[in-house]
């Protein structure tokens, strides 16, 4: 479960950097005895600095009961609302055989890694996991595709650079059939949001999938890089006009003291978080909770003395 002590506490630590930048501010300020004006005209401008944006922020500030007398209380507010407004419905995802899931992002997100990470999780868990490595723009994407390929315990199917990557998604499809995958995870060139020839690239390989296994590609998930804070939502409204994005993948959320911009990207697009990265290594994954998020993100995190879940 997604509320695992061992999940919250790996979850605490690489929100470490939001909440000093975050929290450690709040804590400061609800050290007063009471509720005040003077106190909600500072938690405003602490939130707006968290990179939550300004609709978030209002709406966090209107939720307040008129009533809310002391700070501990309307800390519980806030965790509560935090987690309301990320908890978006992630609908019915359709089954398939094999489970095709189209991943797309700009450059620089860590794509190639966190398909390597997706992959690993699904082996662990038993699963045949075949990767298509549509991007053949990339130099090295391949080869980059192929190496998380061998760490996570996953097939690849390529193409030479400069291949046509519908025609990688038709191969990989046919394979994956062929040779009873569970899950295939389809890599794509990372691509500007305005660059209208790209985007017309992930529709034509969106087309491919869907002709060649009815329903595929089953889930298109977004990565968004963590430190980009609340600019990645104007990414996502490009990508999600485009083709229709089912989840999002938050990335680098261990890097950036804006990891408040989830909250904020989440109210504003209606789009579930599924994943969280939380660092570089094939285990830093971890499946999105929403109560777990605004309590990592409210809290003071891990004590400096508890061994953490990774270190073996």
Sequence with gaps: MAEHPAFFSHLATGLRKTREAFFDRIVRLLQR??????????????LITADLGMPTVQRLLDALPPTVANPDELLHVLKQQVTSILSVSQGNIPEGQPHVVLTLGVNGVGKTTTIGKLAFRATREGKRVLLAGADTFRAAAIEQLQIWGEKAGAEVIAHQRGGDPAAVVFDALQAAQARGVDLLLIDTAGRLHTKK???????????????????APHESLLMLDATTGLNAALQAREFHKAIGITGLIITKLDGTAKGGAVVGIVAELQIPVRYVGLGEGLEDLEPFSPPAFAEALFSRGPEPNRVSPRAN
């Design 197 to 215: 020839n790209l985007l017309e690239e992930l529709k034509k390989i969106h087309r491919v999938a869907a002709r060649n296994l009815p329903g």
């Design 33 to 46: 005895s009471h509720v005040d004006q003077y106190l909600l005209e500072e938690l405003e401008e602490i």
